[in-house]
């Protein structure tokens, strides 16, 4: 079982260009987020659905915006990205919203010059 | 506003024991979760406590005051491998996740 893959694993992105972050999990699990890590700060949640059809704002979800079309993939796109944007992006899955755990993708490093 | 704190860095030595704190100010309480990080990987899933006590699983060992607002995860038989950054959430009145910055443990031979 693949769990859960992300794509590209890396990017280096010159600013003001969009990109979409692609996400895909086998688990069958309701509940999907992306969250961006930076040095220092702890994880941040930056949109997240608990399921198909539904998505939310988390934390810091200004210049991404997602989509979920089905159980199994939930993209991230940036618009029109900007340098602040540069961090490890991290795709989970959880099975509910209750209080299950959050499983984590291998994550995507993105540069934005 | 929510807070997570836990140290930035700790060192130990191969084969003692460490304790790692995790204390939190949340805007509701509905469990608390400690992930295991390695550098350049995903975070993993290693304890989880809703209910005051102590967790124990292994090696590790979590606890949690409800009433302090205070977790810890204890780590026995320091191995090389367990050099990593171990990451503290709380799961809040929303039902996300909030995180702290993480604390990275350096274990020296």
């Known amino acids: 079982t693949a769990g859960i893959t992300q794509a590209p694993t890396s990017q280096i992105l010159a600013a003001g260009r969009s990109m979409t972050l692609r996400c895909t999990q086998d688990?069958?699990?309701?509940?999907m987020y992306w969250y961006r890590q930076d040095l220092g700060l702890g994880l941040r949640l930056i949109h997240y659905?608990?399921?198909?059809?539904?998505?939310g704002k988390g934390e810091v979800p200004d210049g991404y915006s997602v989509s979920r079309a089905n159980t199994d993939d939930f993209p991230l796109t940036l618009a029109s990205a900007v340098p602040s944007q540069t961090s490890v992006y991290f795709c989970?899955?959880?099975?509910?919203?209750?209080?299950?755990?959050?499983?984590f993708g291998p994550g995507t490093r993105l540069l934005v010059l | 506003g929510q807070n997570i704190d836990q140290p930035t860095e700790m060192t130990a030595t191969e084969g003692a024991i460490v304790q790692i704190n995790c204390t939190y100010q949340?805007?509701?309480?509905?469990?608390l979760f400690w992930y295991q990080q390695h550098a350049g990987e995903a975070p993993t899933f290693l304890s989880y406590n809703v209910l005051d006590g102590l967790e124990e699983k292994g090696r590790f060992s979590s606890f949690l005051s409800r009433s302090k607002g205070y977790s810890y995860l204890l780590l026995k038989e320091l191995q090389m491998k367990d050099s990593a950054s171990y990451l503290c959430?709380?799961?809040?009145?929303?039902?996300?996740?909030?995180w702290g910055a993480g604390t990275k443990l350096i274990i020296k031979p």
């Open positions: 688990m069958r699990h309701n509940a």
């Open positions: 959430a709380v799961r809040d009145s929303n039902y996300q996740l909030i």
């Open positions: 989970a899955s959880s099975e509910g919203t209750g209080q299950e755990t959050q499983y």
């Open positions: 659905s608990n399921t198909a059809g539904t998505t």
């Open positions: 949340t805007s509701g309480f509905n469990g």
